[in-house]
Each structure stands twice: as C-alpha cells, then as structure tokens.
C-alpha cells in the first residue's frame, strides 16, 4: 500500500534524529515535492507534536510529548503541589504515577498493590520505603523524614524519584485530591481531539479492494478512511461495502463516499448522540478535510461513560432522559425502547408528563434527523395521555413522518407498552436550512 506524499513527507520527519532542523526548503529537496506540499506537512507535524518552531533558530525535531489523560499528574507536579524537595531521580519528574498508594497497611498487603510506576505516599517506614522501590515505585515522604542511605541509593539505582514533602500523609492527599479535582474543572468537556487515534491507517484513492484484504489482515481492523492525494478524506470502506467486489476493483468505486468526519474540538457528549443514533461506528478527525485522527464508536462510549463518572460534569436534561434508551431496527418507522426510571415518574408512581413529552419530542427530532439529516425546531407539540405509565414498564415510542415539506414537518409519535397504545403526540416541526454533518 503506496503512502500519499503528505504522509511520507510525515514518516520522514519523524524519522529525524531530535534536534535536527526542518524546513519547507530542506523538505522539498530531500523528498522532492513542492514547497507548498512541504509547508502543509510541517504545519500538521507541529500539530503532532513533531517539530516546534522556535524564535531566532527556526522549527526543529522535538522529542513527541507523552499522551496523558485529563486527570494525570506529573511527579514534577506532585512535588509543587506538595511543596516537596526533590531527593533524586531528577530525570523522571515528568512521569505521571499510574496510581496513588498511601502506604498504611502491612508489607503483605502492600506488595499486592505495589507496581512499576505506582507514586507510594509514605511516612518513616524504613521497611515500606524498601519494598516500594523494589517494586518500581517512586517514593513521596511525608512528615519531613529524611530516607537512609540505603533508600538514596537504591532509587538511585532503579532512577526513582524521592520527593520529601513537611506535611503528614493526610494532608498531602487532600492536597493532590483537591489539585486533581481542580484540573477536572478546568477542563469542562472531553473534546475528540483527547481520545483520537493519532497513528490511523488509511486507504488511497488508489487502492483497490484486495489492499483492503491485506490492510485488514495486518490490522485486525475492517473500517478505514480514503484519502486523496492530499490526504483530504474523501470515504469511508468497511467490510460490508467490499463485499462480493473483485480483488482489482478501487476502493473509490465501493467506498462510502459520505463518511461521517468530525472535528479535533468537537465535544464527545455531542458526537456520542450523533454516532448511537446514526449508526455510525467509526468517525474520521479531521483538520480543514485533511486526515489527522480516527474515532470509534467503542471511544467515544468509553469518554462519555468516564464524563458521567466525573461528579463536576452536568449533564443536559435531554441526554439524561434518553441514556437509557435504545434504537431498534424497524422497517416502517423509527423506533426506540426503554424503561420508565424512577427519576421519570411523579408523585403518583407514573411516568411525568414532561419526561414523556421529552421522549417523544427528541425522538421526532431524531426521526427528521435520521431520514433528512435536517436540523429542526419544534413549533408545536400537542400531547395526549391515554393511561398513567408505572415506573418499571418497558415503552416503546415510534415515529412516522406524516408530512415533509421544504420547512416544515408534521410528524406522529406514538408510546406503545405490550402492544398498548399508552400516549400520543402530534408535533409539527420547523426545518433548518442547512444539512448537519
């Protein structure tokens, strides 16, 4: 499978010893391309994170920061924020503890817990000191005690870090507890741009359906975005479009030619929706069209379960009411099921009102959305309640679009349980002008 000149020209650059120097002429003479090629490259290898440009000496090769998640702290950090002082193992102060151990239990139970890259928060134990930095722990001493000898040098050894901190066990981690909760503050969504695959692997406009094969053989993968020669993305090929098509046939002539893109700041809230009901399972990331990150369905779920987690994210009144609700194939109208929750009735046992009513309304939307891919705004929703709904009962709600004309839309609505028509709604909807993505 044949690289595009834009993705070479990245190869090449990575592939460059750091510290070296890069520039658009250099590049363009070194793999022969144009300038304006080599230019495009170099600005999407700053974005990776393999070059920075530096005043008064020009863009070099850096060494690629570590991906971190949104809650990870550096030892460096950990030691600021403790108002440590830094024994030794200097070179590994940017490493970012995979958890937290506070060293209170007996040696037995401890080693249970202990792992490479574990920070130990730990008192003067002279015995638990030892056994973590056996264990590849660094070490996070509280109280002002200063280690032994043998402690310095056996982290030495192993280039551990000892931060030794004035303040006793427990306030230590109120203060890392509290620093962690502020950095989750701080960051008020989890964008695409967090949880991407940067490393995509990709088809041209040049492959054909038996490079699809050895691409999914090497991969394990059966989606994969086509770029041009560009690398704009211009489809998306899975197993199902390949399908029967000869070996030689190019993917361009049975690949999607409408993929679903998304962009590096898009909100994973936002396109988790997006992705359930349209039943997309993989995303393309993309920067002004071009390529520069891929997104499945099974990330995003995982994102938007660790946002739920997070006590300091709200959530909107309409993804609460509709978490719990599913798409379920229907050939004659869209359809979704669910349960009637506790926090969906009233005072007298029943699914509220106004939870029905929101139901109803988002799954029109959904419905308009689905077929026409139109945005809408309601402009009028009549409601009709047949028989209270207790909490427990398993509802299934259809749609059916009555009337779809250049701005408006009537649609019906219909809440069913063991085939009983328990609610209905008309809703009259005003259509957007423009197509969403």
């Known amino acids: 499978m044949s690289q595009t000149k834009h993705q070479q020209i990245l190869s090449f650059i990575e592939g460059l010893a750091v510290g070296s120097k890069v520039s658009v002429r250099f590049i363009a003479k070194e793999l022969d391309v144009s300038e304006g090629t080599a230019y495009r490259a170099i600005k999407e290898a700053e974005n990776k994170g393999y070059v920075r440009s530096i005043p008064k000496v020009g863009t070099i090769?850096?060494?690629g920061a570590k991906e971190r998640r949104i809650e990870d702290l550096t030892l460096r950090e950990v030691s600021q924020i403790a108002e440590g002082i830094v024994l030794c193992g200097f070179e590994s102060l940017d490493n970012s503890p995979n958890k937290f151990l506070i060293a209170a239990m007996e040696l037995d139970a401890m080693e249970r817990y202990l792992e490479d890259n574990s920070l130990c928060i730990v008192g003067n134990r002279h015995d638990a000191q030892l056994l973590a930095l056996q264990k590849g722990s660094p070490l996070l001493i509280t109280g002002g005690f200063e280690p032994q000898?043998?402690?310095?040098?056996?982290?030495?050894?192993?280039?551990?870090?000892?931060?030794?901190?004035?303040?006793?066990?427990?306030?230590?981690?109120?203060?890392?507890?509290?620093?962690?909760?502020?950095?989750?503050?701080?960051?008020?969504?989890?964008?695409?741009e967090d949880i991407m695959v940067k490393d995509?692997?990709?088809?041209?406009?040049?492959?054909?359906?038996?490079?699809?094969?050895e691409l999914s053989q090497q991969t394990t993968h059966s989606r994969f975005p086509v770029v041009d020669e560009e690398n704009i993305v211009v489809g998306m090929i899975t197993a199902i479009d390949v399908a029967g098509a000869e070996m030689n046939t190019t993917v361009v002539e049975v690949m999607n030619p409408n993929p679903y893109v998304v962009g590096r700041e898009d909100s994973v809230?936002?396109?988790?929706?997006?992705?359930?009901?349209?039943?997309?399972?993989?995303?393309a990331v993309v920067d002004q069209g071009v390529l520069i990150g891929i997104i499945s369905l099974?990330?995003?779920?995982?994102?938007?379960q660790q946002i739920q987690k997070q006590p300091q994210f709200g959530e909107t009144v309409d993804n609460l009411i509709l978490s719990g609700f599913r798409y379920v194939e229907d050939p004659e109208y869209l359809t979704i099921e669910g349960e009637i929750t506790r926090f969906m009735i009233n005072e007298f046992g029943s699914a509220s009102p106004g939870?029905?009513?929101?139901?109803?309304?988002?799954?029109?939307?959904?419905?308009?959305?689905?077929?026409?891919?139109?945005?809408?705004?309601?402009?009028?929703?009549?409601?009709?309640q047949l028989q209270p709904i207790p909490v427990g009962t398993e509802v299934r709600i259809t749609v059916k679009l009555l009337l779809v004309a250049k701005k408006h839309c009537n649609i019906e609505i219909d809440v069913y349980a063991n085939n009983q028509l328990l609610a209905k709604a008309l809703m009259t909807a005003r259509m957007g002008d423009k197509k969403v993505s």
């Not at 939870?355 to 139109?374: C, D, E, F, H, S």
């Open 269 to 283: 809230t936002h396109i988790s929706r997006i992705m359930l009901w349209e039943g997309w399972e993989i995303a």
């Open 355 to 384: 939870v029905l009513v929101t139901l109803m309304n988002m799954a029109g939307y959904i419905a308009l959305r689905k077929q026409y891919r139109l945005d809408a705004i309601t402009e009028n929703f009549t409601f009709y």
């Open 149 to 192: 000898e043998d402690i310095i040098r056996l982290a030495k050894e192993n280039h551990l870090a000892i931060i030794q901190t004035p303040y006793d066990t427990f306030a230590v981690t109120t203060m890392i507890n509290r620093a962690l909760y502020d950095r989750l503050i701080e960051k008020e969504l989890i964008l695409v």
């Open 298 to 304: 099974q990330d995003v779920l995982e994102a938007y």
């Open 200 to 213: 995509v692997n990709y088809l041209t406009t040049r492959a054909t359906v038996g490079d699809w094969h």
């Open 61 to 63: 090769r850096i060494e």
